[in-house]
């Protein structure tokens, strides 16, 4: 939400008088939003499994240089959970769900957001109680 209320102050002040594209900023806003989710859920199940918060954020650090070069092949990026949060706040004249086509949005990012989701849900209820 800061970002967008950032993009329309900024924009304000330049003098850009052209109508606020509140549909393409809401967009990628809310997309980028939902491409952090398998993020989200494998830092969540690396700290049930870990103590220290280094190893937690180095796996996701890990996960996460690799997209700069993911993001830059058009056979490998598509398919790299990590590199979604790029492709869904990049605006194109591709029409789809959050600029990406629907299947890429269902089966990447949703897709290992549930397989990441379950595998820390039966991971947490495996786990002793002490």
């Known amino acids: 939400m800061i970002y967008g209320v950032v993009?329309?102050?900024i924009g304000t002040m330049n003098g850009y008088e052209e109508v606020f594209p509140l549909l393409v900023v809401l967009k990628m806003i809310i997309g980028?939003?939902?491409?952090?989710?398998?993020?989200?859920?494998?830092?969540?199940?690396a700290a049930m499994n870990w103590r220290s918060f280094a190893v937690v954020f180095t796996i996701n650090v890990v996960l996460t240089l690799p997209s700069i070069l993911a993001i830059?092949?058009?056979?490998?990026?598509p398919y790299y959970p990590w590199a979604q949060a790029f492709f869904m706040m990049y605006v194109?004249?591709?029409?789809?769900?959050?600029f990406v086509p629907f299947t890429q949005f269902l089966f990447i990012t949703c897709g290992s957001f549930i397989l990441i989701f379950t595998l820390g849900l039966l991971s947490f209820?495996?786990?002793?109680?002490s």
């Not at 194109?92 to 959050?98: A, H, I, L």
């Not at 209820?125 to 109680?129: E, Y």
């Open 32 to 45: 980028g939003w939902l491409a952090t989710f398998p993020m989200i859920a494998i830092q969540l199940w």
């Open 72 to 77: 830059n092949s058009e056979r490998y990026g």
């Open 125 to 129: 209820l495996r786990k002793s109680i």
């Open 92 to 98: 194109n004249d591709e029409t789809g769900m959050f």
């Open 7 to 9: 993009v329309y102050i």
